[in-house]
């Protein structure tokens, strides 16, 4: 046993409820039966984590809308199956829609440049880890002088989500990739706001080692930060990174499933590339989604229940079927709970 399981499994105390808001923490604690070493005393909770799961049913009504109208959609794949109000753009696709998986934004870009009697849309999704590639494609079409590529923006950003979240947990698993890109500024600004967490790597011992430190520090009563995945999170970031994106996009309110609308929580082009902003080139009206009532992936996302709380897990919603968002993407909480069983997640089954 290392000194951090034992850390971990001595502790007996006040409640500590963890939250990880990073999608591949929460695949990684599954694959590695990290919670089988925690006392009852420590939960591990999924938040929104998994850029997929956060990204709302309007945004998928969106893609199908310029899809029904003879657009060429280019995309990641794990967004193809998750559900519109109706239907998804795997659905659509079958029925004759261009909807097209690239690898990277760049290769949208080329598509692009290979059809030009095409109107190309690449869906612009994720975090801070995945805004400067969009980015980069944008400022490739402007160069090319392409007319016919344009991003469908739904891009998140952490911060302010940390505050909406701080009654969740008592403390945050933050995210390594994420961390890499911005620093680590917000989360010495978020402990003087008396929000708690570590920055953690993804081994099994970078994660152990990251919750036996905020066991270490909550036992000490007071707000705290640590960066445990030094070796990769500095403290400045990557300025190049955080440059482009300063530099191409602009701040704006965003709305995250199950969270709803969170200020300055979002991205989306600026007024010197508004050009390429598919709102506004198609003139699209606004599309208000409804979600599946019965799924309950917005709580899941929210920490407020788990993955087999909800009624359709493993009945009706499955990861070959998918209802709910969580249950589409490889880094979603409720896939992962099917991937890996559930029952190697209670406590009461250890």
């Known amino acids: 046993m290392t000194a951090a399981e034992k850390i971990i499994r001595e502790y007996s105390g006040a409640k500590i409820r963890v939250m990880e808001v990073c999608g591949t923490h929460t695949h990684e604690i599954f694959r590695h039966g990290i919670r089988k070493l925690l006392p009852e005393d420590i939960e591990l909770i999924t938040g929104p984590g998994c850029p997929v799961c956060v990204t709302p049913v309007d945004f998928i009504d969106e ?3 310029l899809a029904e109208r003879g657009i060429t959609i280019t995309t990641f794949g794990d967004l193809v199956r998750v559900p519109g109000s109706e239907k998804n753009l795997a659905a659509a696709r079958s029925s004759g829609a261009k909807v097209k998986i690239v690898y990277s934004p760049l290769d949208a870009v080329a598509y692009a440049a290979e059809n030009p009697d095409e109107q190309v849309v690449f869906l612009s999704v994720g975090f801070e880890t995945t805004v400067p590639a969009a980015c980069l494609a944008v ?3 402007k160069k090319a002088e392409l007319k016919n590529f344009s991003l469908l923006t739904a891009n998140k950003t952490m911060p ?21 890109i911005t620093g680590t500024s917000l989360y010495e600004t978020l402990k003087q706001r008396g929000i708690s967490g570590v920055v953690a790597g993804f081994t099994a011992e970078e994660i152990i080692r990251a919750i036996s430190v905020i066991v270490e520090n909550f036992k000490k009563g007071e707000p705290f930060f640590e960066n445990c995945y030094s070796n990769v999170v500095k403290a400045e970031g990557n300025p190049a990174a955080v440059c482009i994106i300063e530099r ?7 709305e995250w499933r199950g969270l709803g609308i969170i200020p300055k ?22 599309i208000k ?4 009532p019965a799924c309950r992936c917005g709580e899941v996302l929210r920490g407020d229940c788990m993955p087999y709380d ?17 249950m589409v993407s490889s880094e979603g909480a409720c896939s992962a709970y099917f991937k890996y069983g559930m029952e190697t997640t209670m406590k009461n089954e250890k």
């Open 310 to 326: 909800c009624p359709l897990f493993g009945k009706l919603c499955s990861t070959e079927n998918p209802v709910g968002a969580c």
């Open 265 to 286: 929580s979002g991205l989306k082009l600026n007024a010197a590339y508004k050009a390429f902003d598919t709102r506004l080139k198609f003139e699209m009206p606004e």
């Open 289 to 292: 989604g409804r979600a599946n």
């Open 139 to 141: 400022e490739h079409a």
């Open 63 to 65: 893609a199908l809308w």
């Open 248 to 254: 191409i996009m602009t701040v704006c309110d965003s």
């Open 160 to 180: 302010e989500t940390y505050g909406v979240l701080a009654g969740s947990a008592e403390a945050f698993l933050y995210p390594g990739h994420v961390s890499a």
